[in-house]
C-alpha cells in the first residue's frame, strides 16, 4: 500500500513536471514574440514573470495565491457549487449543502439553499432573512467570510454552546442600548470580561489574553479590561485611533466583532481552530464573491 | 483445553498489565506537570509588574508606580524608586552602560540604578512605544516620528516623521549604523542611526499591514507581520528572503541562535531558520479538544538559554523544550497566577512576576 502510493506520488510528481515544462517551453516562445503585450495571455504572463524572478512561491497554498488570486482570474460558479457538495472542502466537516439545501427551513438550517447560485446569494430566508454576502464587495469580512475564517471565542469553544444565555444576552442588549458607560456596563457587563467561565464553563475570562497595550502585547492589541478600552477597538497601538478595528458599533450588535465572536460558529460545525482560516478554497470563493458572485 | 484456558487466561492477563502500564504512561503524559517551587518573593510597591530585564546578576523590574533592582541572592530590594510616570510604566526597563530606561505611553525616563533623581524625562507629545537601546542612543516612536535621543543626556539627536496618524508602537531594531522601523504606516524603513536619513524604505502594507517586533539574526530581519506572517528580510536593502506562514496572528516571537521561535494560535510552536525560512520543527501545543494535552495561549516572550526554550502560557505553565529537537522535557505549574513573562537565570531558577505585583524567585 505504502509503494502504491508512493509510486503514485512519484508518477503525479512526473506528471506536474512535464506538464509545467511543457507550459514553459510554449510560452517561452510566446514570451519572445509578445514581449511588452500587457493583454497577452495568462500563460505568457506566467512565463515572463517567471524569466524576470517576479514568482515568489510562498508556503502550502503558493499554487492558489500564485496563479488564481493574485491574476484575479475569473472564478467560474461550477467551481464553487463544487465545493458547496464536496465534503472537508473548506475544512474538515461535511459538505456544506448537508445542512444547507434549500430555502425550507424545516429541513434546510436558517433556510439557506447552498445548492444553487441563486440561493447562495440570497442567504437565510428563514425570518429574519438576509443575504450573507454582497457581491462585488469585499467579502472577507461578509457573513460568510466570518463563518468561515472566525473562530469562535473563548478559541475552542463548542458549537453546541447556545448563544443566548444571560450573559451574551447581557453583551447583546448593552450595545443595542448605545454600549455606554454607565452603571448597567459596570455592574453586569464589565465583569463578564473579566470573569473565568462567565460564558463557556471551563473557559478562561476574556481579559486573560486582551487586557492592555503594552508590553509584552495583548492578543491583537485589545482591551477588553475598560470601556475605552472596548471602544477604541482592535490593532490600535500601531493603526492609530482613528484606524484601528472598532469591535462595537453601538446600537448595532450583529455589526460589532466583540459580539459576533462570542456567539458565531466557524463553518463547517465542529472545525476545529487548529484548521487553516485561510483555506485554499475559502480564498477562492471569497474571490469569486468580490469578482460579483456571477452564476454564469 | 484446560491448557488452553491458562494460556487464554495469561494473555488476558499479560494483555490487562499491559493495558495498564500504557493507561498509566499516558496518564502521567497527560497530567504530567509537576509543580514549580516559590523559593523567595519580594514585594515591589506595585500591583502590575511587566517584564524584567538582566543588568549584570541583578534583575531590574519595573510597574505602575516603581522601578527597581533586586539580587536573585538577597532577600532584599537593592534599590526602588517611585517612577512618577503619567499612566505608569508599561515596558520592559532597558539598560546600557549602566543607564536604565523606564517608560509608558505618556513620558519616558532614566535613571543611574541607585539614584532617586532621573537623568532625563522626554514627555510624549503623542504616544510614546516601545523603546531600543542602542550604542548610547535610545530610538523610540511617539506618535508617527521616530525619536533618537542621547542615552545619557536625554538630549534629542534627531526625529524621523513616518505618514502621520499612524504610531510607531514597536521597538525598533538596529544593527551597527542603521536602525529600523515598522510603523503603522505599513512601511518598513532603514534609518542611519547618525542622522535619522533614510537608506531605504519598502512599502508592503498589502503584504503585512504592518510589522512587529523586529528582531535581528545577522543580515536577516525577522519581523511578524500583521497579516500572520513571519518574514525574513535583508537587512542591505529590505527585500524579503522568505516568509512563513503561522495561520493566524504572531504575538511575541523570539529571535536566538539564527532560529526563530514562535507561536501560533493554529497550536504549533515552531522553531524557523533565520537565514532561510525552513521550519526545524514543531511542536503541537493545542488541538483545542479540551484534554490536560492542551496548553495554555503564549503570550509572554519565549525565551531561550542553555539550549532550552521556556514558554510560559497563560494558564500559569512554564513548558521547557529542547531547542534542537522542541522536544518537551518539563510542564511545571506555578502555584499562583503570575504576569506574562519569565526570565531564566540558569538550569535551577527562574524569575516571575505575580498578579499581586511581587516577583517570584522559583526552583524549577
Known amino acids: 500500500m505504502k509503494n502504491t502510493v508512493t509510486t503514485l506520488r512519484r508518477l503525479a510528481r512526473l506528471a506536474f513536471i512535464g506538464t509545467l515544462a511543457t507550459g514553459l517551453t510554449a510560452g517561452t516562445a510566446f514570451a519572445d514574440k509578445d514581449k511588452d503585450d500587457k493583454h497577452g495571455s495568462l500563460n505568457k504572463k506566467w512565463v515572463k514573470d517567471l524569466r524576470e524572478g517576479k ?18 482570474i475569473p472564478i467560474p460558479y461550477t467551481y464553487i457549487a463544487t465545493l458547496m457538495r464536496t465534503p472537508n472542502a473548506f475544512g474538515q466537516g461535511p459538505a456544506c449543502i448537508v445542512c444547507h439545501s434549500s430555502t425550507d427551513p424545516r429541513t434546510s438550517y436558517r433556510g439557506m439553499d447552498l445548492s444553487t447560485c441563486k440561493g447562495i446569494k440570497n442567504g437565510v430566508t428563514e425570518e429574519p432573512g438576509y443575504p450573507v454576502f454582497t457581491p462585488g464587495q469585499p467579502a472577507g469580512k461578509s457573513i460568510l467570510g466570518r463563518r468561515l475564517r472566525n473562530n469562535r471565542m473563548p478559541l475552542g469553544v463548542s458549537f453546541n454552546v447556545s448563544p443566548d444565555n444571560a450573559a451574551y444576552t447581557a453583551v447583546k442588549e448593552w450595545i443595542a442600548a448605545g454600549a455606554k458607560n454607565d452603571e448597567n456596563f459596570k455592574k453586569h457587563v464589565q465583569p463578564l470580561f473579566k470573569k473565568d467561565g462567565a460564558f463557556v464553563p471551563d473557559t478562561p475570562s476574556c481579559t486573560t489574553c486582551h487586557m492592555s497595550n503594552q508590553e509584552p502585547p495583548s492578543f491583537h492589541e485589545l482591551d477588553l479590561s475598560t470601556h475605552a478600552g472596548i ?19 453601538p446600537g448595532k450588535p450583529e455589526q460589532s466583532g466583540l459580539f459576533q465572536h462570542l456567539v458565531e460558529d466557524r463553518m463547517p460545525p465542529g472545525i476545529s481552530p487548529t484548521e487553516d482560516r485561510s483555506h485554499p478554497n475559502t480564498m477562492i470563493l471569497l474571490r469569486w464573491i468580490e469578482q460579483g458572485a456571477l452564476c454564469d | 483445553m484446560i491448557s488452553l484456558r491458562r494460556r487464554q487466561l495469561l494473555g488476558l492477563g499479560l494483555g490487562l498489565a499491559t493495558l495498564g502500564a500504557v493507561r498509566y504512561a499516558h496518564a502521567r503524559s497527560e497530567s504530567g506537570t509537576a509543580s514549580l517551587t516559590i523559593k523567595r518573593r519580594w514585594p515591589t510597591g506595585n500591583q502590575r509588574l511587566f517584564p524584567v530585564s538582566r543588568l549584570d546578576q541583578a534583575v531590574l523590574y519595573a510597574g505602575e508606580s516603581t522601578l527597581g533592582l533586586i539580587d536573585p541572592a538577597a532577600t532584599q530590594v537593592l534599590w526602588s524608586v517611585p517612577h512618577e510616570l503619567p499612566e505608569g510604566a508599561v515596558f520592559r526597563p532597558r539598560v546600557q552602560a549602566g543607564i536604565v530606561v523606564c517608560g509608558g505611553r505618556r513620558e519616558i525616563a532614566a535613571w543611574q540604578p541607585g539614584q532617586n533623581a532621573p537623568l532625563w524625562r522626554y514627555p510624549a507629545r503623542l504616544q510614546i512605544g516601545t523603546p531600543l537601546l542602542h550604542e548610547g542612543t535610545v530610538y523610540f516612536g511617539d506618535g508617527h516620528e521616530l525619536v533618537a535621543l542621547d542615552l545619557e543626556s536625554g538630549a534629542p539627536r534627531w526625529r524621523f516623521a513616518a505618514v502621520a496618524d499612524t504610531h510607531i508602537s514597536y521597538a525598533p531594531a538596529a544593527t551597527g549604523d542603521t536602525v529600523f522601523v515598522g510603523p503603522g504606516d505599513g512601511r518598513l524603513y532603514a534609518l542611519a542611526t547618525t542622522d535619522g536619513k533614510p537608506r ?18 545577522g543580515k536577516v530581519l525577522v519581523a511578524g507581520g500583521y497579516q500572520e506572517k513571519l518574514h525574513g528580510i535583508d537587512v542591505a ?27 501560533s494560535p493554529m497550536g504549533w510552536l515552531y522553531a524557523i531558520d533565520a537565514r532561510t525560512g525552513a521550519m526545524r520543527w514543531r511542536h503541537r501545543t493545542n488541538d483545542y479538544s479540551g484534554g490536560s ?12 538559554q542553555d539550549q532550552r526554550l521556556y514558554a510560559l502560557d497563560l494558564k500559569n505553565v512554564l513548558h521547557i523544550l529542547d531547542v534542537t529537537q522542541g522536544e518537551e522535557s518539563a510542564r511545571l505549574n506555578l502555584p499562583e497566577p503570575v504576569r506574562p513573562f519569565v526570565l531564566p537565570l540558569d538550569q535551577r531558577r527562574a524569575l516571575f512576576g505575580a498578579d499581586n505585583g511581587d516577583l517570584l524567585l522559583a526552583s524549577l
Open chain 1, 231 to 249: 471602544m477604541l477597538g482592535a490593532d490600535s497601538v500601531a493603526k492609530g485611533v482613528a484606524n484601528a478595528t472598532k469591535v462595537v458599533v
Open chain 2, 293 to 304: 494535552y492542551n496548553w495554555g495561549p503564549l503570550m509572554a516572550e519565549l525565551v531561550t
Open chain 2, 200 to 217: 531605504w524604505v519598502v512599502n508592503r502594507i498589502r503584504d503585512w499591514q504592518y510589522l512587529r517586533q523586529l528582531h535581528l539574526s
Open chain 2, 237 to 263: 536593502d529590505g527585500r524579503e528572503l522568505w516568509s512563513f506562514n503561522a495561520g493566524n496572528f504572531i504575538n511575541s516571537h523570539h529571535v536566538a541562535n539564527g532560529v526563530a521561535y514562535l507561536w
Open chain 1, 55 to 72: 514568482i515568489k512561491l510562498e508556503g502550502d497554498h503558493a499554487a492558489v495565491e500564485t496563479l488564481i488570486l493574485a491574476r484575479n
